[in-house]
Each structure stands twice: as structure tokens, then as C-alpha cells.
């Protein structure tokens, strides 16, 4: 997983709450997202972005909010933290040109009480 | 509506046997499968994938195979070792590089010794 790296990785909110979850890549790749990982079920698609400046809702958008300033960041924000939301969460990056594989963070454990 | 399908939740196989592991999918417009695997408290790590242009791609002990009729596809992993123990995601993505990838519920593989 080297290249791209989240912060925090564990953290515990009390409903309501709103918080920051860091992705960074260095690997310069175009396209980044957010995914979260659910006991029994795949990772399933919350944003993703395809360069700076430009970004997109996944399957499961609603709840997060999501920015790109620069190639190297992606943040996701929890404005009002729900118990729903308590999850696995993945960055990823890659390139966008055929081929191209998605290589993901080490991921953030979240609780929301 | 689960459109990529792992149907077996877990999977055990003797080392140095043959690990085959099974993934359906439903949208005709996935053209770009992948699989990946993951340990514990780690992201998942980028396999193997192949592109719907073709039925089979190795890589060393891993090869996926894909039906593009049954929509179905497998990986399979000769010989198996111990280190291969792990959950095996299988993803697809509607275009030619891996964005948006939708994923499988998963596959718990163990190599008993």
C-alpha cells in the first residue's frame, strides 16, 4: 500500500460530530476516490475525483462531502456523524488510462456512538 | 441488487493444492474485472485482472479465467500456500481502467497445512 496514506486510522465520534478523514498519494495519479468496507459486503464507492479540481458521487455519496485542491490530496468530511456511518474507509489512487489498476490505503476505523 | 457476486463466503484448501475461487457479475457493461486480496487491518492489494477482450491472463501462480457468456469469472491459485490465506475481493469496472469499481462480498480463502 505504499503511495497512499490516510490519517487517522482509528477514531471514535459521537453523533453529530463532524470530522476529516486525510488521504495523500504521491505517486502523482490522476484519479483518487473513497470507498467503505461493511461487515458481509465489498467495498462500495462513496466519491471519487479524476484530477484536481473535479469530483463525483459514488453509490453511497450521501452523508460525506469531498473536495480536490491539489493531485495529491482527497479529504472526506462527515458533517453530521451517524451511526450508519460507522465503517471501514479506503482511499485509493491511479492513473486513468486503460489499464490501470486502483491501489488503495491501509484504511480508517470509524465509530460513531 | 448486488451486481458482482461471490457466492461463497469461505473457502478451505490444502497446501499445495489448487485454490479456485468464483465471481459473478450481472452488468453487461463491465469490461474491466480485477481481483484483489486482503489481510487484516491492511487494504486490499491489487491480484491480478483481466480485460473483457480476453479469457485468461496469468500471473506466476494466479491465473483469472472469464466467461464473458455466463458472465462469470475465477481465479485460481497453484500451488497454494499459507501466506495466500486471506479474503479475495473480486471488482469490476465499467471502463477500461479501474474506476469506479464495484466489488464482490468477498471470498475468506484458508491453506491449512
Known amino acids: 500500500n505504499a503511495g497512499v496514506t490516510q490519517t487517522p486510522k482509528f477514531q471514535v465520534l459521537k453523533t453529530g460530530q463532524s470530522m476529516t478523514l486525510q488521504c495523500a498519494q504521491d505517486m502523482n495519479h490522476e484519479y483518487m476516490s473513497w470507498y467503505r468496507q461493511d461487515p458481509g459486503m465489498g467495498l462500495r464507492l462513496i466519491h471519487y475525483s479524476v484530477g484536481a479540481g473535479i469530483t463525483d458521487q459514488g453509490e453511497v455519496p450521501n452523508g460525506y462531502n469531498v473536495s480536490r485542491s491539489t493531485t495529491e490530496d482527497f479529504p472526506l468530511r462527515l458533517l453530521s456523524a451517524a451511526p450508519s456511518q460507522t465503517s471501514v474507509y479506503f482511499c485509493?489512487?491511479?492513473?486513468?488510462?486503460?489499464?490501470?489498476?486502483?491501489?488503495f490505503g491501509e484504511g480508517s476505523w470509524l465509530t460513531v456512538v | 441488487d448486488q451486481q458482482v457476486k461471490q457466492n461463497s463466503p469461505s473457502l478451505s484448501v490444502q497446501e499445495g493444492r489448487i485454490s479456485i475461487l468464483n465471481c459473478d457479475y450481472t452488468?453487461?457493461?463491465?469490461?474491466?474485472f480485477l481481483w484483489y486480496k486482503k489481510y487484516p487491518a491492511e487494504g486490499p492489494t491489487f491480484l491480478i485482472s483481466i480485460s473483457s477482450i480476453k479469457d485468461k491472463n496469468e500471473d506466476g501462480r494466479f491465473t483469472v479465467f472469464l466467461n464473458k457468456s455466463a458472465k462469470h469469472l475465477s481465479l485460481h491459485i497453484v500451488p497454494s500456500q499459507p501466506g495466500d490465506s486471506a479474503v479475495y475481493f473480486c471488482?469490476?469496472?465499467?471502463?477500461?481502467?479501474?474506476?469506479?469499481?464495484?466489488f464482490g462480498q468477498g471470498t475468506r480463502l484458508t491453506i491449512n497445512p
Open positions: 471488482a469490476a469496472s465499467p471502463g477500461q481502467g479501474a474506476q469506479k469499481l464495484v
Open positions: 452488468n453487461s457493461m463491465f469490461d474491466y
Open positions: 485509493a489512487s491511479s492513473y486513468t488510462k486503460s489499464g490501470n489498476t486502483i491501489y
